[in-house]
């Protein structure tokens, strides 16, 4: 049967790569991967200044941090829609990974600092498109950079992460807000300027629509307009998938993309999917 490179590649040699990807994050406006190079154990930081890197299917359970210091998987184990493994995730975050969507409980049973925290409710906007969201109060303009909005509003405080996500819910089922975007609709939005007219106005009309129905004070719209990318783009970038070998020319990166220049056009890359992954970066 007949196998591109690529593909020939993937199988056979994305093991190999010289670094694994422990985490990738915004710096405020920088963008930071945190690497483990795999033959001398070293843990570095490096940001991100071209767009040439091969990268593997296989993903690794990145292990944890114990203060500074990088405490690896036991186990090695294959990991994918996390980027731990369930005995990592315990030793350092929680039990129960799912609870980061859907939390089962206020801390009382988990005993994890993360269920218990105070959390926010905010309303992003995407260009033309809003969401409702919820994000720990210590970072939540972290959240919504790694997101990619350009401006956000906080609706309100809630004392745990599980009373937060049920309010999220209603708000969002009572006022006909989505809770996410699909990739493809938020990319489109990159090839026109942002308009802040008309978000101000549907800034204004949430803001009367929760003081309303839900009796919240919302606060002041902030807008997030440092993302080291110039905007619009001429076209629409294309989303390729994360393994394999990618060249091109780096435009930027905004929220949780890289885009770069292709012969074909525009790309774009999800870093937010390379975090265990295996790569090496030129």
Not at 106 to 124: N, Q
Not at 208 to 232: K, Q
Request: negative net charge; charged residues 30%; glycine residues 8%.
């Amino acid at each position: 049967m007949f196998e591109r490179a690529d593909e020939v590649w993937l199988r056979e040699t994305s093991r190999s790569l010289p670094f694994h990807v422990l985490g990738f994050e915004w710096n405020g406006f920088d963008p930071t991967l945190t690497l483990l190079d795999r033959t001398s154990g070293d843990v570095t930081e490096r940001g991100i200044d071209s767009a040439n890197l091969d990268v593997s299917e296989v993903k690794v359970c990145v292990g944890y941090f114990e203060g500074d210091r990088h405490v690896p998987c036991a186990r090695e184990a294959s990991v994918a829609k996390f980027h731990q493994c369930a005995e990592c995730a315990g030793e350092s975050f929680i039990p129960h990974q799912e609870c980061v969507f859907e939390p089962r409980c206020d801390g009382e049973e988990c005993d994890s600092d993360f269920c218990r925290r105070e959390h926010v409710l905010y309303i992003a906007f995407h260009g033309s498109k809003v969401k409702v969201g919820m994000s720990s109060s210590r970072r939540v303009e972290r959240r919504l950079i790694e997101q990619g909005a350009d401006g956000f509003a906080i609706l309100g405080a809630y004392p745990t992460r599980r009373r937060a996500r049920t309010a999220e819910k209603e708000i969002s089922s009572r006022l006909r807000i989505p809770q996410f975007h699909r990739q493809d609709a938020l990319l489109r939005q990159l090839t026109a300027p942002v308009d802040t007219a008309a978000i101000e106005e549907r800034y204004e009309d949430l803001r009367n629509a929760t003081a309303s129905h839900f009796d919240l004070e919302v606060e002041p719209l902030r807008w997030l307009p440092g993302y080291p990318i110039e905007l619009p783009l001429p076209q629409t970038p294309l989303l390729v998938g994360l393994p394999g070998m990618h060249r091109g020319e780096l435009l930027g990166l905004k929220g949780r993309w890289m885009f770069f220049r292709t012969s074909g056009g525009i790309r774009a890359l999800d870093m937010s999917d390379l975090t265990s992954r295996f790569a090496n970066l030129r």
